[in-house]
Nanobody, 111 residues
Framework: QVHLVESGGGLVQPGGSLRLSCATSGKILGIKPMAWYRQAPGKQRELVASITNRDRTSYADSVKGRFTISRVGATNTVALEMNRLEPGDTAVYYC?????WGQGTQVTVSS
């Protein structure tokens, strides 16, 4: 069984920053691709950012230039640095690794 635990969500004003972290535990062999998704109320879950097992990154157009996904060393722990946050970024953010999901962390951008 694999467990993912996200942390770092919260309330921030527009233009502010947050850093999310996702730690993985359990039976995973080697470095795996990981990703961050988000789901806003009434909307489908969408891919925000991903990182391959060789640390190649990709981003949704809506967050390019504002969000950065990174891996902590040679581990299955990733962070999502979110800058210049907008109200439209408000959502529950989920971490993903090879078919497993975290419980989600709420990010609210509001003045």
């Amino acid at each position: 069984q694999v467990h993912l635990v996200e942390s770092g969500g919260g309330l921030v004003q527009p233009g502010g920053s947050l850093r999310l972290s996702c730690a993985t535990s359990g039976k995973i062999l080697g470095i795996k691709p990981m990703a961050w998704y988000r789901q806003a109320p009434g909307k489908q879950r969408e891919l925000v950012a991903s990182i391959t097992n060789r640390d190649r990154t990709s981003y949704a157009d809506s967050v390019k230039g504002r969000f950065t996904i990174s891996r902590v060393g040679a581990t299955n722990t990733v962070a999502l640095e979110m800058n210049r946050l907008e109200p439209g970024d408000t959502a529950v953010y989920y971490c993903w690794i090879t078919g497993f999901w975290g419980q989600g962390t709420q990010v609210t951008v509001s003045s």
